[in-house]
């Protein structure tokens, strides 16, 4: 199995700002997703992570609200800027494996006050 | 998109029962895979099964992808078994993303 560790794993923030998360992975990892998880609710992709390029957004997420940097193989940061208390969520950093099975870090818990 | 869904959408059960939980996907998958997400948020591995059918301990599952359906059994339930276990899939040529169903949350009571 791959290993993802993900930090901070838990943050409180004022609205207004932005926070930045980290997610570094193991070298078995070669495809890297950011996902969204808000209270009580599934996990929704935000968007993978392109090594060296822009990463590819799902409908809903844009780049001026979640920009994203994976500058190499196993490393990719997540931002949430402009933070509203709408944006408290766990945001999870995944890696897929060249068989596409994905493994998770273990999340960052982020309330927006 | 494509659609998943799991059912039921909660289940309690005494300490020692059996469960089925079922995930049912819209299109043709090249990827599944069940998690569990426990008390503390980590999602766990529990199986990756596009098809055919696996066993890991008191944990099995089964997927029938020409019928578009999976099937998560677990046996001799404990309490640590208690969290939200959720189905993703992913479709041919989808560059390998995730769409995950809406989750079972399983209650084991002692």
């Known amino acids: 199995s791959a290993v993802i560790s993900q930090k901070p794993s838990r943050d409180i923030c004022q609205r207004g700002t932005s926070l930045t998360i980290q997610c570094q992975v193991d070298?078995?990892?070669?495809?890297m997703f950011w996902y969204r998880q808000q209270p009580g609710q599934s996990l929704t992709l935000i968007a993978t992570?392109?090594?060296?390029?822009?990463?590819?957004?799902e409908s809903g997420f844009v780049i001026d609200k979640f920009p994203i940097s994976r500058p190499n193989l196993t490393f990719s940061t997540l931002t949430v800027s402009n933070m509203s208390p709408e944006d408290s969520s766990i945001y999870l950093c995944?890696?897929?494996?060249?068989?596409?099975?994905?493994?998770f870090g273990p999340g960052t818990r982020l309330t927006v006050t | 998109g494509i659609q998943v869904e799991q059912s039921p959408p909660d289940l309690i059960l005494q300490e020692g029962a059996n469960s089925t939980l079922r995930c049912n996907f819209s299109?043709?998958?090249?990827?599944l895979q069940w998690f569990h997400q426990n008390p503390w948020g980590q999602l766990i591995n529990l199986f990756y099964?596009?098809?055919g059918t696996k066993q890991n301990g008191r944990l099995s599952a089964t997927t029938v992808a020409t019928e578009r359906y999976s099937l998560l059994y677990i046996s001799s339930s404990q309490t640590t078994d208690s969290g939200v276990y959720f189905c993703?899939?992913?479709?041919?040529?989808?560059?390998?993303?995730?769409?995950f169903g809406s989750g079972t949350q399983l209650t084991v009571l002692p």
């Open positions: 995944s890696g897929g494996t060249a068989k596409g099975e994905q493994y």
């Open positions: 070298s078995q990892v070669t495809m």
């Open positions: 992570a392109n090594q060296g390029s822009e990463a590819t957004y």
């Open positions: 299109d043709s998958v090249n990827n």
């Open positions: 099964i596009p098809s």
């Open positions: 993703a899939v992913g479709k041919a040529g989808s560059a390998r993303q995730l769409t």
